[in-house]
């Protein structure tokens, strides 16, 4: 009896971790190698669509209007590094 009621005590508290894990996360974003801000994507999300959200955010406006992107660096899940030059 006691056996039973600790094993239903224990499926209560066990959570699956399908549930506990996240499905955003959090993209540092760097310009010319230094860190500029920090964008929420979820979690899968490629290049194309990091680099889409960084052009519609107004913060990195100042940071990339008036320049060329010459590269873009992007480590899935990690980090999205873009390379600019400003235009002559």
């Given at each position: 009896?006691?056996?039973?009621?600790?094993?239903?005590?224990?499926?209560?508290?066990?959570?699956?971790?399908?549930?506990l894990?996240?499905?955003?996360?959090?993209?540092?974003?760097?310009?010319?190698?230094?860190?500029?801000g920090?964008?929420?994507?979820?979690?899968?999300?490629?290049?194309?669509?990091?680099?889409?959200?960084?052009?519609?955010?107004?913060?990195?406006?100042?940071?990339?209007?008036?320049?060329?992107?010459?590269?873009?660096?992007?480590?899935p899940?990690?980090?999205?590094?873009?390379?600019?030059?400003?235009?002559?």
């Amino acid at each position: 009896m006691l056996a039973i009621s600790i094993s239903q005590w224990l499926k209560c508290i066990l959570a699956e971790e399908q549930y506990l894990k996240d499905d955003m996360i959090v993209l540092p974003i760097q310009i010319n190698g230094k860190t500029r801000g920090k964008l929420q994507l979820r979690e899968g999300s490629g290049e194309d669509e990091a680099f889409a959200a960084v052009v519609q955010d107004k913060h990195f406006e100042k940071y990339l209007s008036g320049h060329t992107v010459r590269k873009r660096i992007y480590v899935p899940g990690r980090i999205l590094n873009i390379i600019v030059q400003q235009n002559k």
